[in-house]
């Protein structure tokens, strides 16, 4: 029996779903939103504060301030409310409300910036009023989750090792992008263990995290408008990119066998059914990680107006996603769009 005193404390790490019944290929989905911050980012929220703290950066007076989509924001507000910490959370206007309604409910300040940076989008426009926050004022502490090492290393400590424990002869691991924190994380850690992991990063189209020019895109979580500071390709075997309406898609397919995923983990899904299905062989032992649930998403992802103004119609079309062999999208426009091998050095 679990008895705790501080919220980050408890982390399900070791709950997977078998989604073979509904892909018709075995892979195995790490469910990394059971805890308290509802997300994965409550382990490189954990990492960057505890390392902050040891360094002597972080004290009392401290005001820590971050950029964040959301669930970066949402653990560091349960982290800072449970320390006692002030936090500012600067975030865009994709940010959905329940989000910062709980952030708001931890105590936390949030400043929502709606003008795109002209280089940098919303992203720049974020990042532009972090720096002009400390630069006001010495006691903010910005961790960074975009450069800060600890980000991956969360997942290099944590993530990595709980999924080799239960997958000893893993063979391929497939994992959404952002900072690329989870996938660095997770890709140095296997580059050294027993047996070689091919290690297959998840993005969205309008991505610019491989090197495409950024587009529209509207799920928040996955995906950045530049290249991350923290990626090193050497570490990477593939990256998949997934249409936004094959998200919806998936998530929704998910969701009506009683799944209720976040964005990131139908985009994450779709893009490993159809790696499945062009590469897969019987036998094949795959992992893919789910970094939250869906009530966050439940005015967007799972709201039937906002689907259909945004992809049309054929998004809520269950059809266009049968079961089995039929799931894997692997032709356009329902497809992935590309697979592409971003390592010369890779396995
Ligand atoms: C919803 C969601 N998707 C994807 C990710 C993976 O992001 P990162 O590359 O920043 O580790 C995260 C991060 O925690 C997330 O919260």
């Not at 426009?125 to 502490?141: E, I, P, S």
């Not at 994380?185 to 993005?203: E, K, T």
């Amino acid at each position: 029996m679990p008895v705790i005193t501080a919220p980050q404390a408890f982390n399900e790490e070791d709950l997977y779903v078998d989604l073979a019944p509904m892909l018709g290929h075995r892979l195995f989905l790490k469910c990394e939103g059971f805890n308290f911050a509802g997300s994965i980012k409550l382990k490189a929220a954990t990492e960057m504060v505890e390392s902050a703290e040891r360094s002597g950066t972080l004290t009392r007076d401290s005001i820590l301030v971050e950029s964040s989509s959301g669930n970066l924001g949402v653990a560091l507000s349960m982290i800072a409310a449970s320390k006692g910490y002030r936090f500012v959370c600067v975030t865009d206007s994709r940010c959905n409300l329940t989000t910062r309604l709980m952030m708001e409910a931890l105590g936390s300040r949030v400043h929502v910036v709606s003008d795109e940076h002209a280089a940098g989008g919303l992203l720049g426009a974020r990042l532009a009023h972090v720096r002009a926050l400390c630069a006001a004022d010495a006691r903010y502490v910005w961790l960074s989750q975009y450069t800060n090492a600890d980000n991956w290393r969360a997942h290099y400590f944590r993530t990595a090792p709980a999924i080799a424990r239960w997958f000893p002869r893993l063979d391929v691991l497939f994992v959404g992008v952002g900072t690329t924190g989870t996938l660095m994380g997770c890709a140095r850690w296997f580059r050294s263990w027993h047996r070689p992991v091919r290690i297959v990063a998840v993005d969205s189209v309008g991505s610019a995290i491989f090197g495409d020019p950024p587009g529209r895109r509207m799920i928040p979580g996955l995906g950045m408008s530049t290249r991350p500071p923290l990626l090193d390709e050497a570490y990477v075997d593939e990256a998949v990119r997934v249409d936004e309406v094959d998200t919806v898609r998936t998530c929704r397919n998910l969701a009506r066998r009683g799944f209720l995923f976040g964005g990131s983990t139908g985009t994450v899904v779709s893009g490993a059914a159809g790696w499945l299905a062009r590469h897969g062989t019987p036998g094949l032992t795959a992992v893919a990680i789910a970094p939250d649930l869906g009530e966050r998403y439940l005015d967007t992802v799972y709201q039937t107006n906002w689907v259909q103004a945004l992809y049309g119609e054929d998004a809520l079309d269950p059809g266009r996603q049968a079961d089995g062999d039929a799931y894997p999208t692997t032709s356009p426009p329902t497809g992935i769009t590309r697979v592409a091998r971003v390592t010369p050095g890779g396995r």
